[in-house]
């Protein structure tokens, strides 16, 4: 005569298989999660909600806004990488040219990066703004007498911003986030690497130039400093 099953017997073995669903479970959760990370990232578009396999996984309005935040840096970083890419290459093929080596050196690496920002921290970005007196970098110009680059000015603008030496007394709008610097950089290797920052100037801030820019000799061009009177975000 067959007897009736044991229900502790049955409720282990619901147990056990239980457990051994729980990995499948997380697995599942963790594959939505990439899935909705994904397609953030393709279409630029957050859903507060997403459905699949089975899970729903809702994003708070606050922690959407940081991931979309994270995009946002990290476009702006894999654009900063390719110029410095270009502008590491540009050392390396002006050393060769003035009879030097192709390797280039950690101050030669130091002296292509000028003292602007890929992205402000998010810690910075929420402080208020103050206003202050301080040295900003405000571009390069060649020996041929025109700016290449400018933290306030752009492609065909940079033939509008005048001459280094008429830039005192004017207004300019700086075009990226760029350090404000308590004193103006050293005339040696170490540069502004030794002078404090006090903030950043955020990018769209109406900088006045106090001071006659201060002009500094820096791999074959010359980097343009000026003492300046602006709203920034201190740090």
Request: no cysteine; hydrophobic share 40%; glycine share 6%.
């Amino acid at each position: 005569m067959a007897s009736d099953p044991d229900p502790n017997i049955e409720h282990r073995k619901l147990t056990v298989l239980a457990l051994l669903l729980k990995p499948v479970e997380y697995g599942m959760i963790g594959m939505v999660v990439i899935a909705v990370l994904w397609s953030a990232q393709k279409l630029q578009v957050l859903p507060k909600t997403f459905k699949g396999f089975g899970v729903e996984v809702e994003i708070p309005q606050d922690q959407a806004e940081v991931i979309q935040e994270s995009f946002k840096r990290i476009d702006m970083l894999e654009a900063d990488v390719s110029k410095l890419r270009t502008d590491l290459a540009n050392v390396a093929k002006s050393a060769v040219t003035f009879g030097g080596s192709a390797e280039v050196s950690a101050q030669a690496i130091s002296e292509v990066a000028q003292d602007t920002l890929v992205a402000a921290p998010l810690s910075l970005e929420k402080k208020s703004a103050t206003t202050g007196v301080g040295y900003v970098w405000i571009g390069t110009f060649s020996p041929e007498g025109n700016w290449l680059e400018s933290s306030v000015a752009a492609g065909e603008a940079l033939k509008n911003l005048p001459h280094p030496n008429d830039l005192s007394a004017t207004q300019q709008t700086m075009r990226i986030d760029t350090n404000l610097r308590d004193a103006a950089p050293q005339d040696n290797a170490t540069y502004f690497s030794q002078t404090k920052r006090l903030g950043f100037v955020p990018a769209g801030t109406i900088i006045d130039v106090t001071s006659k820019p201060l002009w500094y000799k820096r791999s074959g061009v010359s980097q343009i400093w000026a003492e300046v009177k602006t709203s920034y975000k201190p740090l």
